[in-house]
């Protein structure tokens, strides 16, 4: 269950399939596809920390403009 709920790794392995169908020696194929699970992990935690300090300004934008 947890290869299937984990977006990154999900993504590996489809980088894997992708260059191992590509025929790319072994070293390229794990270099690829590690690449591409900490990349997107990378990603996901750069948005992570940019929606959470993004909130506070969502707030403060709704008491100025008193939208909802």
């Known amino acids: 269950h947890l290869v299937f709920t984990n977006a990154a790794l999900i993504v590996g392995l489809v980088a894997l399939l992708g260059l191992l169908l590509q025929g790319k020696r072994g070293g390229e ?35 100025v403009t008193g939208l909802q």
């Open 29 to 63: 194929v794990f270099s690829g596809t590690v690449k591409t699970a900490i990349g997107l992990l990378i990603i996901g935690a750069g948005a992570g920390f940019l929606v959470g300090e993004i909130i506070p300004f969502v707030s403060l934008f709704q008491d």
